[in-house]
């Protein structure tokens, strides 16, 4: 297993020191898995996450959200019957309808709960994303029995608008389409032993370990995808749909975790993706999750070209400083 990295040095004028000579360093390392190449920069290279007002936010935003409890009975659709029989899903306080933007054949959201619009990262819980995630393990499952073409299912979440989210309200989405997405595709080209020689090679060096909750690893990814990139490996189940209570209620526990880190780095906002290949035997769940923010006083993304057009991100947080700050609340979690 290589863990390939290049190292490169940027010369300059530098005008903040009279124009003399400064060398910089920067870093590419490519994904053991895909090859996929990321840009690490020196720490410090972007100026720190923006901290946008979640108060203001939240109250500009509730009078007209469609999933608060006033609204979101009336406002948001229904599955057909034969799909899903009392049309929503329920789990504790997590609420799963059809999404009226229709990203894929079957499309799905989960709110955590109708009474929480406000829900920043560190009061997200392991229950109450256990409940969310449970409703969307039953949508997988509903959907599979119906239209058994439709076997590509993720799990996904923009939180926040720096995610992409354009409702405030927190909430996961679900997907299941009959063909995998590009990632899904490119993953399963990788052969399934490969995934346990991945994760056995970060166990032995510790360098990039957060920690394991029981039957899932979890990582910081070696040639990160975006800010903080954590990834875990389910190797019991091949797509969310298969995951059994047990296995719910610890991704809830990892991802609870993973987002109390993002939130003590300064982040508000996170990408996640839970997706396998149903139809490569061997193949784990995979599970991504990404932060994201607006960064200084203009609020600028933590998405540009290079993450857009080349699929190639450039990040100034190493995945081993993520390490160092997630490692002790999975120990402490343990």
Same mark, same amino acid.
């Given at each position: 297993?290589?863990?390939?990295?290049?190292?490169? @040095?940027?010369?300059?004028?530098?005008?903040?020191?009279?124009?003399?000579?400064?060398?910089? %360093?920067?870093?590419?390392?490519?994904?053991?898995?895909?090859?996929?190449?990321?840009?690490?920069? /020196?720490?410090?290279?972007?100026?720190?996450?923006?901290?946008?007002?979640?108060?203001?936010?939240?109250?500009?935003?509730?009078? +007209?959200? %469609?999933?608060?409890?006033?609204?979101?009975?009336?406002?948001?659709?229904?599955?057909?019957?034969?799909?899903?029989?009392?049309?929503?899903?329920?789990?504790?306080?997590?609420?799963?309808?059809?999404?009226?933007?229709?990203?894929?054949?079957?499309?799905?959201?989960?709110?955590?709960?109708?009474? @929480?619009? +406000?829900? /920043?990262?560190?009061?997200?819980?392991?229950?109450?994303?256990?409940?969310?995630?449970?409703?969307?393990?039953?949508?997988?499952?509903?959907?599979?029995?119906?239209?058994?073409?439709?076997?590509?299912?993720?799990?996904?979440?923009?939180?926040?608008?720096?995610?992409?989210?354009? !409702?405030?309200?927190?909430?996961?989405?679900?997907?299941?389409? %009959?063909?995998?997405?590009?990632?899904?595709?490119?993953?399963?080209? !990788? *052969?399934?032993? +490969?995934?346990?020689?991945?994760?056995?090679?970060?166990?032995?060096?510790?360098?990039?370990?957060?920690?394991?909750?029981? @039957?899932?690893?979890?990582?910081?990814?070696?040639?990160?995808?975006?800010?903080?990139?954590? @990834?875990?490996?389910?190797?019991?189940?091949?797509? %969310? *749909?298969?995951?059994?209570?047990?296995?719910?209620?610890?991704?809830?526990?990892?991802?609870?975790?993973?987002?109390?880190?993002?939130?003590?780095?300064?982040?508000?906002?996170?990408?996640? $993706?839970?997706?396998?290949?149903?139809?490569?035997?061997?193949?784990?769940?995979?599970?991504?999750? !990404?932060? +994201?923010?607006?960064?200084?006083?203009?609020?600028?993304?933590?998405?540009?070209?290079?993450?857009?057009?080349?699929?190639?991100?450039? !990040?100034?947080?190493?995945?081993? $400083?993520?390490?160092?700050?997630?490692?002790?609340?999975?120990?402490?979690?343990?």
């Amino acid at each position: 297993m290589e863990f390939r990295r290049e190292h490169l @040095r940027i010369e300059i004028l530098d005008p903040r020191q009279g124009f003399e000579r400064r060398q910089s %360093p920067l870093e590419i390392r490519f994904d053991p898995l895909t090859g996929q190449s990321a840009r690490v920069l /020196p720490p410090g290279s972007f100026p720190p996450p923006a901290d946008v007002d979640l108060d203001r936010l939240a109250a500009e935003t509730r009078e +007209r959200c %469609p999933f608060c409890s006033a609204r979101v009975e009336s406002e948001t659709p229904r599955f057909p019957p034969d799909v899903v029989s009392e049309g929503r899903i329920r789990r504790g306080e997590a609420l799963l309808f059809p999404n009226l933007v229709g990203y894929a054949k079957w499309s799905s959201v989960s709110v955590y709960s109708p009474e @929480r619009h +406000r829900l /920043p990262l560190d009061e997200i819980t392991p229950s109450l994303l256990a409940d969310n995630l449970a409703t969307q393990v039953a949508f997988g499952r509903a959907v599979a029995d119906f239209d058994t073409d439709s076997a590509w299912v993720s799990i996904n979440a923009n939180h926040l608008p720096p995610s992409g989210s354009s !409702v405030f309200h927190p909430h996961l989405q679900g997907a299941a389409n %009959p063909f995998p997405t590009t990632v899904q595709r490119f993953l399963t080209e !990788v *052969e399934p032993a +490969r995934f346990r020689e991945y994760v056995a090679a970060e166990r032995a060096s510790g360098e990039r370990l957060l920690g394991s909750t029981g @039957r899932i690893d979890w990582l910081a990814a070696f040639a990160p995808v975006g800010p903080g990139e954590v @990834r875990a490996f389910a190797f019991e189940a091949s797509s %969310p *749909e298969q995951l059994d209570p047990e296995l719910v209620a610890e991704l809830g526990r990892g991802l609870s975790l993973v987002l109390g880190t993002f939130a003590e780095l300064g982040y508000q906002s996170f990408n996640l $993706a839970v997706f396998g290949a149903p139809a490569s035997p061997g193949f784990p769940l995979v599970v991504r999750a !990404v932060a +994201r923010a607006y960064y200084g006083s203009l609020r600028r993304s933590d998405a540009m070209w290079s993450e857009r057009l080349h699929w190639e991100s450039t !990040v100034d947080l190493a995945p081993e $400083a993520l390490a160092d700050v997630a490692r002790d609340r999975f120990a402490s979690a343990g």
